[in-house]
Structure formats: structure tokens, C-alpha cells
């Protein structure tokens, strides 16, 4: 018999424990929300694969991923959030109650924080695994082009970010030498980037070319590419192997439920908000121009600040604004537009000649659009008239005697 999984409640529950996640638990946590922290391998995310991490603000003394990662793991278990190692096997994001799902466990909350980060696209070729992040193929000239000064490299993948960023590569190394698949002279990227990277004197091209294989002891030696005309094997020595041939975020999970880009990235809101009321993504595995540590726990800070705004314009919601007990009315203004400023005088008036059977909410939404939102208005300013915490009325031209007609 199958055994029942143990039901857990939290406040907010970040799925991925990236700097991502790690920087929106150290928010959600500092807000005194009850936040569990879900991740699946290691606490870190990406950032662990590295040695150095130089362009990290606060570090100049380029650590470890993980030395950096570490810290905010501390700072987030000051803060109260709950960890555990273990992957999330499915979400149910619609609704008040968000559901998470592990293998032993059901976590009921009120938010979620979408931080499962993306892999880059390796190329399958003979002994890559042994040669994977610090030991030769890298996926990030932001992160290791300094390290490659005067050195040569290889690039493989001739699409716009391949030409982009084996053009900043170039500023750096002796040599770049580019595996392009196509014939001669046809490349996937832009034609203005493809220009410049065919004038570039340090750009050497192979065109027809695949890797074959990667050889070195315990660290990459050769590139051995192979045209796939001729058959041929072309070895390439080098020092560095970047590969740009595509990303793929972990979104596999989200994808029935939430909309997707074409290359299946989340596509999220400037404070993070995905199309579901609740649902926040964050870093590598949202739709956005530079994927890096700075980003990803900006992202983080926005996102778990955003959670505890949320939360609390809810209950405010629920319990204040649609309040079951008396006829409501509520008024929805902006304090920077004198005509609707001005209105409030009016409200006053028919609070005190209901006094004791009317229940008068005022929501400026200069100050928060939330709220508003919530009441579904299509345009301000606007009273909303509720009975029995349900509304019955939406009234955009405002009188006082229309409104006293509808209490
Ligand atoms: C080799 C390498 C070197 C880099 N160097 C630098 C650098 O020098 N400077 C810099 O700024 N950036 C660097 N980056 C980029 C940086 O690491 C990423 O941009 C950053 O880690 C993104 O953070 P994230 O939290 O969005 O995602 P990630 O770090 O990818 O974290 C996502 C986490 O979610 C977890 N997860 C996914 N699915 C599930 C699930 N179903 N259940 C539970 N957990 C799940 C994953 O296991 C992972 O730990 C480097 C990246 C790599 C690969």
C-alpha cells in the first residue's frame, strides 16, 4: 500500500536552492514568513561547479561558488528558513492553497518561488564529462574570459551569444578558433555580429565541424573536431574549450501550468510575478539578458520581498477589504489625482450617515496597486460596493446619491 505523504504548511516555499532561491529565502525569512527551502542536489546551484568567482561583488579575492553559496546558506538559516535536500516531483500552482509535492512529503503554501535554475547544452562528444567545468570546457566568458588571457581557445556554436561571446573572449586570448557546422561563410547568429567575428584577427574558423571527441589527462588538451563532409579528424590543441550551444532551464515541471517562451524560459514580471496570482520565478530559468550570481540574487531580493507584500495585501484582502459581517463600501483612489483626493470628503460623509451599518475601506493605489487589482476595476477612481463579502456593485461614476442608492 501505497504510504500517505505528511502534509506540511508554510508561507512561502522556494523551489531550487540556487543563489537564486538562497537570496529570495534570506528575504522571505527576514519578513518573518514560515519558508522551506526544497533542493534537489546540491545547495548552491551552479555557482558550486566553480573555482573562482571573481566578478562577484564583496569578494575580491575571487573564492570559490561554494565559499559564496555557503555564506548565504548561513544567512538564510539565521533567518528561520527550513532546508531540505530533496527534489520536487510536482507542483499544483492554481488556487489559494499551492501545493509541492516530494517523494515523502506535501507542502500546502501560500506562495511559491520558482528558482530550479537550467543546464547548458553540452555537445555529447567522447569524454566531455571528464572535462566539464574546471577542466577546460566552460560555458561562461562573462565568468572565465580574464582566466584565458593570451591563451588559446576553442568555441564552439556560431549562434549570436557562441559569436558574442567568443567576440569578448577575443579581448582576452591569443587565439580563438570557431567549430561552425554550416558551409562556409553561413552562421546562426546575426549578420552584423557574424561581420565582425569573420574581420576579427584572432577568430580562426572550422567550418563543416563537429566535436568528435575532447583528449587531455586531467585537464582538456585537445579539441578533436570532425568535418562532416569529409569524415576528416581535425585536432585542435588548446587551453580552454567554451561551448554556446544553448541553454535549457529546468521548467519541465511548470510547463502545463504556466506559459512558457519558445526556448521554455518563465516569463516573469519586474517584481518577478509569473500569469498565476502567488507563483514567482527567479533567475537562470526566467526569461533574462545576463544569467549571473549578481542577477540571480537580485532576482532573489525582488521575489521574496514581493512574496511578503503579496501575502500581506491578501490577508488584508480577505479579512478587512471583503469582511463579511456589515454592507462594505470600498473606495479605490489615487492621492496624486486632486478630482479623486477630493472625493474622500464625500466617502466621510456617507460613513458617518451609515455609521454603525456601513464599513468604509479607502485603498490608494499610488501607494499600492495590489489591492485595486484584486477588485478587477477598469478604471479609477471607483467605489465598490460589497454585501455579505461578496460585490455587488461597481460604480465608476461617482455621486452620493448613487452610492447611498446602492448601500
Ligand atoms: C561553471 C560555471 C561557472 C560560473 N561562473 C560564474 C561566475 O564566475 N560568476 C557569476 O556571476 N556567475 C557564474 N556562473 C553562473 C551562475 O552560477 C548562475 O547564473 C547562477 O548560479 C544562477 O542561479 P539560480 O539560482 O538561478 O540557478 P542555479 O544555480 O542553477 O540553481 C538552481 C537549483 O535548483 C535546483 N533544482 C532544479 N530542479 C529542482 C527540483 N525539481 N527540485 C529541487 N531542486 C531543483 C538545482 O539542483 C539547482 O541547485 C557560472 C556557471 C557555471 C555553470
Redesign the pocket.
Known sequence: MAREKVVEHYDVVI???????LSAAIYAGRARLKTLL?????IG???T??NE????PGFPDAPK?EAITNLMKEQAKNMGVDFKLT??SSVTLEGEEKIVETFRNKYISKVIII????RSRTTGAEREEEFL?DKGI???AT?DAAANTDKHVVVIGSGDAAIEEGMFLAKFARQITVSVMHDEGIMDCNEIAKQAALAHPKMKFVWNSVVKRFEGDDYLKTVVLKNIKTGEEIPVDCDNCFEFIGYLP?SE?FETQLPLTKHKYITVNEKKETGIEGVFAI???TDKWL????T?VGDGAIAGTAAERYIAEKEIFDEKIMQKEKTGLIYVYNAIDPESRNFLTEIEAIEKSNCGSLVVNRIDTYKSNGLALKLGLEKLPAAVITKEGKITEKIYDLSTALISSKL
Open positions: 523551489i531550487g536552492g540556487g543563489p537564486a532561491g526544497l533542493e534537489k542536489s546540491l546551484g551552479l555557482a561547479y566553480t568567482i571573481a566578478n562577484y561558488g527534489a520536487v528558482a530550479t535554475g537550467g567545468f566552460s560555458f561562461c565568468c529546468n515541471l533567475g537562470d530559468v544569467k549571473q550570481i549578481a540571480a
